[in-house]
């Protein structure tokens, strides 16, 4: 990462801010929120900050000291987020990023700047299996499947032994196992987003039901702001019929191709202004499940 931005030719400063996307990074796909992984990074700094110089000398491994702070930070928000979401009206779906880049056949182009890798460790599908994990698990199974942090390292975070990390991480893995399919090449997904697209706006059930997997599940998130299902909509045909029926009721809204957490997905905007971002998990050329954003907090990255 450049220095642009970090407003110093101190090559200390310089080191200790090459860190950040790092921190982004890793805080995102804790917490499965851009807005919540950018503050906790803001908070991971201040705390360096509020060191001495002598204390910040001390420290042999800023990096790792960095990393360690962040990943508590988040530790401490996803227990806490437990309950927040308990109050939270309707289904909870994880905030999704941005990419102002349209589908290329070649693949999907990923900006270097300070944004999260776009792989397969921040699709959509994967961090809703995230959400199922309990706070340990998840952070033991981020640091060390993902970021490769040895068990002794994460131990220190988490506050267990290595061999109970160790163990975290095993759950973790059944869980991810349990849950995926095999990865649909990014050409072959985006035609059939694209195919369903049209059939969307064209209000054709039956060609909606030919793309969907018969146990197809459709989940929305309007987080109380917006109008959204409160509960999945499951079955094919149903998702079918639900998303026509929309296409009927919103005449006057644009869907563009865009790339939504790595993976083809859909925008709809209205008078320009983004309302629903929407991602899609694909296995056997249909598709399984469908992730339809459209909390306004959520959306923020997307109309900026």
């Not at 629903?276 to 907090?297: G, L, M």
């Amino acid at each position: 990462m450049s220095d642009t931005g970090t407003g110093s030719g101190d090559p200390a400063l310089s080191a200790i801010m090459s860190e950040r996307r790092q921190l982004i990074n890793l805080a995102y796909r804790l917490l499965g929120s851009l807005a919540d992984a950018e503050d906790v990074v803001q908070e991971t700094y201040t705390r360096w900050y509020a060191m001495s110089a002598a204390e910040q000398e001390a420290i042999e491994s800023p990096g790792g000291w960095l990393t360690t702070v962040a990943s508590r930070i988040c530790l401490d928000l996803l227990g806490s987020a437990r309950a927040r979401r308990e109050r939270y009206v309707g289904e909870w779906i994880p905030e999704p990023l941005p990419d102002g880049t349209e589908w290329r056949s070649a693949g999907v182009s990923v900006d270097p700047a300070d944004r999260v890798t776009l792989d397969e460790s921040v699709n959509m599908a994967f961090l809703v299996v995230l959400e199922s994990m309990t706070p340990a698990e998840r952070v033991a199974f981020i640091l060390h499947d993902v970021f490769r942090y040895p068990f002794p390292e994460v131990a220190e975070i988490v506050g267990r032994s290595p061999a109970a990390c160790r163990q975290l991480a095993t759950s973790a893995r059944r869980r991810i196992a349990n849950a995926q399919t095999p990865p649909t090449p990014t050409a072959q997904s985006a035609s059939l987003v694209r195919d369903f697209k049209e059939a969307w706006q064209a209000q054709d059930i039956q060609a909606l039901i030919t793309l969907l997997d018969p146990d197809a599940v459709a989940v929305g998130d309007g987080g109380g702001l917006v109008s959204a299902e409160l509960h999945p909509v499951a079955g094919g045909e149903e998702v079918a019929r639900y998303f026509a029926a929309l296409a009927g009721r919103r005449p006057g809204i644009t869907l563009l191709e865009r790339t939504v957490n790595g993976q083809p997905g859909l925008v709809a905007q209205e008078d320009g202004v983004t309302v629903t971002v929407i991602a899609f998990d694909i296995a056997d050329d249909q598709i399984k499940h469908i992730w339809a954003v459209r909390n306004p907090e959520k959306l923020r990255p997307w109309t900026r």
